[in-house]
């Protein structure tokens, strides 16, 4: 009975007011999601898809898939990408479908600052008819399915060079917050907060065939409490990734990366939840794959860094 309560209050709330960001551990992999100046990076087309199931034996847990594409104009500055996103929370579906553009001006021989842009939408569906609910006179269970669209744009920038990145994003500018009369079908009650992020990393060779990846994510949602991620990542004969994250109150993870030949890399990823809610799961799965082509890749001897 305690369980199937938690499980209530966790996700009607969720499904009523705050929806959050789709939780990712890869993200270091793809900084196309969290960054648009992200966009044409590589000298090549690079293509990143994503499975997570979060919260493993929860009801309703998070199941969340991604796509992602991006690349550099041919002979120009000019960086495009888009990406799509997908997350099952509960009863409510959410989907992200973004496109991007960044102009990428050369500091030096090797740095590089760029500055970019995206536009999309938000689409959320509550399907409120199967909810088991405690009050049966709410009016807002009158209606059987909750739907919004939310349009929205972002900005970054991402200086980077080969051996160290930084970036600043704002990819979710628009802060929508529910009606305050949520009894008309027509009224939007899905939350979607303005999102900030930070990022930091660098690579460290050693004097064997061995590179270390530290990095850190710092990141604010709509009127959340300001959060980081803290990541080492090791780099083993340029093929194989293994690394940790600590997620600030939420989670431990291990991840693993590991570079099939120039163009196919697999990504795999286990997180070990932390607080209250670690009773009631056995941790969160993540898959990725990764597909880069075009002519500069096959004239690289190593997988880029970031």
Do not use: C
């Not at 938690?6 to 499904?15: A, K, N, P, Y």
């Not at 030096?108 to 842009?117: A, Q």
């Not at 209606?143 to 930084?166: D, E, I």
Request: proline share 4%.
């Amino acid at each position: 009975m305690r369980k199937l309560a938690l499980i209530f209050f966790f996700f009607s709330s969720s499904f009523l007011m705050a929806q959050q960001t789709p939780l990712v551990s890869h993200y270091m992999f793809n900084g196309l999601i969290l960054n648009p100046a992200y966009a044409g990076s590589k000298e090549y087309v690079s293509t990143t898809m994503m499975y997570r199931k979060q919260w493993v034996g929860f009801d309703g847990a998070p199941v969340t898939y991604s796509g992602s594409i991006h690349g550099m104009l041919p002979k120009k500055k000019l960086g495009m990408g888009a990406f799509i996103q997908k997350d099952k929370i509960g009863k409510t579906n959410q989907t992200d479908l973004f496109a991007s553009a960044a102009y990428h001006l050369p500091l030096g021989d090797v740095s590089k600052l760029s500055i970019g842009m995206q536009v999309g939408a938000t689409s959320f569906s509550s399907n409120v008819v199967e909810l088991t609910y405690w009050d049966p006179g709410d009016r807002i269970f009158d209606y059987n399915t909750f739907t919004s669209l939310l349009p929205n744009a972002g900005f970054g920038a991402y200086f980077y060079r080969p051996m160290f990145y930084a970036g600043f994003s704002v990819p979710y500018l628009v802060n929508y917050k529910p009606s305050a009369d949520s009894q008309e079908e027509s009224k939007q009650i899905h939350h979607l907060g303005r999102r900030v992020y930070l990022t930091v990393g660098g690579v460290i060779e050693t004097e064997r065939d061995v590179k270390i990846k530290p990095s850190l994510l710092i990141k604010k949602e709509g009127n959340s409490e300001i959060q980081y991620d803290l990541n080492v990542n090791v780099l083993l004969n340029e093929i194989f990734w293994v690394g940790a994250s600590y997620r600030s109150k939420e989670a431990v993870v291990a991840l693993f990366e590991y570079q099939i030949n120039r163009k196919f890399r697999v990504g795999y990823s286990y997180d070990i939840t932390l607080g209250g809610i670690s009773n009631y799961n056995s941790g969160s799965h993540e898959l990725m794959l990764g597909y880069d082509f075009g002519y500069p890749v096959l004239k690289i001897k190593s997988p880029r860094y970031f």
